[in-house]
């Protein structure tokens, strides 16, 4: 149970080798071994959200994944979501124009939902993104301003998409 | 234009609006955004080692005996912290200062109080050794029968607190003889702050100084009392806060894990990282105590007020007082000839109770508002017609005049964007399809509370300005609105502007709370920023070599980044340092003495709250004011309560940036939404356990829980509340919300809830 194993996890398109324990999730294993602080822990339990990443594209709680489970698939965090020039993502930018956040801390996994969420396609109406935003727990209370911003980046996005 | 790059306005020099004022998005946005702002707990500290508490299963008693033989052979363990094999720490001085009631503090006690309290600590080199062996300790206990709450017989009616006694007048008399009189009882449940964030920290020593990176609403505060828990100088202590993952009053008080994490790091001569588990976080801390309160309203048969009688009681835990004062807003809403309010605490084995947003007035405003909107029913008037008929021109509890209530404002702009003119007042009678609808509104108030402050402001070379203070930013704004305050005092562009906070090792600042940051931080900001400019100016005049000392000005201004002498002769600020030599100037600057205070009083002011003014120190009343306006929408047949739409407007005075402002008002319309329909503490009475400790059935609002929510600016500045013209912002969105909801829920169905949450389940049991 407690023996480290070698591992190598594909995180933001770069290949990380560690040894962890059968037992640490995907989070432990990025805040606590890759030094990836961007990826929260706001409840441990698949209740909050907040350590909400992508594995192969999907939204995928991290607390709730072993990093062994990880394995050899591709693993996206908030520090990987922006361009390699450092552009913030269309869902970046508009969390900053709609003040879409106030602590903060519940913000990467928001912008890592709103981001699958949009690719999704469930961003077709703000009731429609208050359903499928709501594993997303945000105790300062900006739900409001997350609405606009998935909306104001969706529109941007389907822009890019005919440009 | 991409519709991205229209409204986010980084500059308020181009859009002819004063940067003071000016709605720019956050300037610490971006690391937020990008994941790479660090917060206390993503420190990287070199050699962390790992802590894990282990908490009480009973409620009442003593520990007898811990075997923890099998936890320190387990792998990677690096210690055991128990009550019989950690030395006490000396007691700290309360937060108001008074000395302690004993001379020595267990963080860790054999002496259990209350279910869940940590009783050991286990520490090793990894987070999952640490977790694997605390769960090989075995305890023995002697349990004791517990008081679970205010309903247990046991509790009895607790301990009256003298200091929250208030009357006028007489208001059995003025009761005795009023034509309409209520009694009505309204409870509130044990809530929790809850913050994403979960407390935690790391603690680490190098000899004698102790650096903790810890999230905190109050550095200057929670470094006094380590250092007193360790028998430290003040200044031995350093807290790093540089962000922090929201704390709504919870993370202002230095706390007993945070104890534990350093006495560990201190055993061990390594850092320690402690973070409380999600359930941890409900049985580590208390958040709002659970409350009751009786009012008796008398009032003529027209609805004018004559008397309110006010009966309190709020849980606390065994071993300290903790009050939710329930008469903060009772006597102050409205024109009340005779009040008598009076509380009890009633001691029961709970963790102690907490600050949770707006302590008092939130439940207070609970009861008054409620019971503002029965008694209109009662008398067959409009709710908010007789809010405005009872109106109170001056504040009748202190007798001053009020500095700004734009309350009339708030109640009028409120009703109009909502449509109030359109509600049928009868209740039942409003439906869409099969749902009853119902319209229902509240008032609410938060006051304006005063502490002295201290910032540093320093103009340097390469032309930027740097703002620094301990005081912080959970979400509020401080960062933005202090480089607006600083850019606006020295005419330069808000980009140029870095402010450094959140390190206890910066100019002080008082707690981040009671929402007086806004107000007191911009006024240091502000008084520190000018006097550096003195300095520049002084410099340039001054200087041989400065290339303005030739034109022979009595002074210079300072625009744009240049300084400019009457006759016209500009040179940039950089270009004036430089050729004197300096790398900067600056400017350290308090506002002691204009909160009456003198210099000897600097630590009490920074370390201690008391000093904080109440809102009528002085020669006027003062308060932030508000009115909620709701929809909800009930299916009787499923009981199913839905909101469907929240206009509120505000008067918090100045708004230093109003887009910021506008989302910590419905940051706290948000929370009372989840008090009113959602948040209760559930407690096992057979073990005084807390049954619902996680995120999964402790419900906090969801976004899919949360309608549109419009808000609306009716304040102006307030030249009495703060240097300049701000009033409380943070905590007033969430005072009314709750009772705004419970109207409508009565107007929907006929029938009135008195206690919170507002379930289905209590509309069905109403009958």
Not at chain 2, 410 to 424: E, K, N, P, S
């Amino acid at each position: 149970m407690s023996t480290p194993r070698p591992l190598t996890l594909i995180v933001n398109g770069e290949p990380r080798a560690l040894q962890v324990e059968p037992r640490t999730t995907l989070l432990d294993a990025l805040r606590e071994r890759l030094d990836l602080t961007g990826t929260k822990k706001g409840c441990d339990h698949g209740q909050c959200g907040a350590c909400t990443l992508h594995v192969d594209g999907e939204r995928v709680l991290a607390c709730l994944t072993l990093a062994q489970q990880a394995e050899g698939r591709r693993i996206t965090t908030i520090e990987g979501l922006a361009g390699p020039d450092g552009t913030l993502h269309a869902v970046q930018k508009a969390f900053l124009a709609e003040d879409a956040f106030q602590c903060g801390y519940c913000t990467p996994g928001q912008i890592m939902s709103a981001v699958a969420c949009i690719r999704e396609g469930h961003a077709g109406s703000a009731a429609e993104i208050r359903e499928f935003m709501a594993g997303n727990l945000c105790r300062c209370g900006a739900y409001p301003h997350i609405v606009a911003a998935v909306q104001r980046a969706a529109r941007a996005l389907e822009q890019e998409t005919l440009a | 234009m991409s519709p991205l790059d229209a409204p986010v306005k980084r500059g308020g020099a181009g859009d002819g609006l004063p940067v003071l004022g000016a709605a720019l998005a956050r300037l610490d946005g971006v690391a937020k955004l990008e994941g790479s702002a660090r917060f206390a707990l993503d420190q990287p500290v070199e050699g962390l080692a790992h802590a894990v508490l282990l908490r009480a299963t009973i409620a009442a008693g003593r520990v007898t005996r811990i075997d923890a033989a099998a936890a320190e052979a387990a792998p990677g363990v690096l210690a055991v912290l128990t009550p019989d094999n950690t030395a006490p720490l000396a007691a700290a001085s309360s937060w108001t200062g008074a000395p302690p009631a004993q001379p020595q503090y267990r963080p860790l006690d054999a002496e259990i109080f209350h279910h869940g309290q940590q009783i050991a600590a286990v520490v090793a080199e990894t987070l999952e050794q640490a977790q694997e062996a605390a769960r090989l300790i075995l305890v023995d206990y002697e349990a004791v029968p517990a008081i679970t709450g205010l309903d247990d017989p046991r509790a009895g009616d607790g301990d009256p607190i003298d200091m929250l006694s208030k009357s006028w007048g007489d208001a059995a008399a003025a009761l005795d003889k009023a034509a309409v009189r209520l009694t009505l009882e309204y409870r509130t449940p044990r809530e929790f702050n809850m913050p994403i964030e979960p407390h935690g920290l790391i603690a680490q020593w190098d000899g004698e100084e102790l650096t903790l990176w810890e999230p905190s609403q109050w550095l200057d505060g929670m470094a006094r009392t380590y250092a007193e828990w360790f028998g430290l100088r003040f200044d031995q202590v350093r807290i790093v806060s540089p962000y922090i993952g929201g704390g709504f009053g919870s993370k202002a008080l230095a706390l007993p894990h945070g104890a534990v994490a350093a006495m560990a790091a201190r055993q061990l001569g390594r850092p320690v990282k402690l973070a409380l588990t999600r359930s941890q976080t409900f049985t580590g801390l208390g958040g709002r105590p659970a409350t009751r309160q009786v009012l008796e309203i008398g009032a003529t048969a027209g609805g004018r007020l004559l008397a309110i009688r006010q009966r309190g009681w709020n849980e606390t835990s065994m071993n300290a007082v903790s009050v939710e004062p329930l008469g903060s807003v009772t006597g102050l809403m409205y024109a009340l000839p005779n009040f008598d309010s009076r509380q009890n605490v009633v001691p029961v084995h709970t963790v102690q109770p907490g600050a949770k947003r707006a302590p008092g007035e939130n439940p207070s405003a609970f009861g008054l508002e409620s019971a503002i909107d029965e008694l209109a029913h009662a008398v067959g008037q409009d709710p908010l017609a007789l809010r405005l008929l009872n109106d109170a021109e001056h504040d009748h509890s202190s007798g001053k005049p009020w500095s700004t209530r734009k309350l009339r404002e708030a109640l009028a702009a409120g009703a109009v964007a909502f449509g109030w003119d359109r509600r049928d007042p009868m209740p039942r009678s409003m439906r869409d399809g099969h749902l009853l609808i119902g319209w229902g509104m509240a008032a609410g108030t938060y006051p304006v509370r005063r502490t002295a402050g201290e910032a540093l402001v320093g103009i340097l070379a390469d032309g930027s300005v740097e703002v620094a203070s301990s005081t912080a930013d959970m979400g509020t704004g401080a960062h933005t609105i202090l480089a607006q305050t600083a850019a606006e005092a020295l005419g330069l562009p808000v980009e140029r502007v870095q402010v450094r906070l959140g390190d206890s090792r910066l100019p002080r600042a008082p707690v981040t709370g009671g929402s007086q940051m806004a107000g007191l931080m911009t006024g240091a900001v502000h008084k520190a920023a000018l006097a550096a400019r003195e300095v520049l100016i002084g410099l340039a005049l001054s200087d041989p070599r400065s290339p303005l000392r030739g034109t022979g000005a009595n002074t210079l201004r300072l625009e744009g980044g240049m300084l400019v002498a009457p006759d016209g002769t500009a040179y940039d600020v950089s270009a004036v340092l430089k050729a004197t030599g300096r790398e900067r100037v600056e400017a350290l600057r308090d506002t002691l003495a204009e909160n009456r205070l003198k210099p000897e009083d600097h630590y009490r002011n920074f370390t201690t709250v008391s000093t904080m003014r109440a809102p009528t120190d002085g020669d006027y009343s003062m308060h932030s004011w508000c009115a909620h306006f709701v929809e909800v929408a009930v299916d009787e047949a499923l009981q199913t309560i839905r909101l469907r739409r929240v206009v509120s407007a505000f008067d918090s005075g100045r708004l230093y940036n109003p887009k910021l402002a506008a989302s910590q008002w419905k940051g706290g319309i948000v929370m009372g939404i989840g008090q009113a329909l959602l948040e209760e503490g559930l407690v096992d009475h057979r073990h005084a356990r807390l049954m619902n400790d996680n995120l999964g059935d402790y419900l906090l609002p969801t976004n899919a829980d949360i309608p549109e929510i419009e808000v609306i600016d009716v304040g102006e500045p307030d030249p009495h509340a703060s240097a300049l013209g701000g009033k409380a912002v943070g905590e007033l969105g969430i005072v009314g919300v709750a009772p705004a909801i419970a109207n409508a829920l009565f107007h929907a169905t006929g029938k009135r809830l008195r206690s919170l949450p507002l379930t289905g389940q209590r509309l069905a049991e109403a009958g």
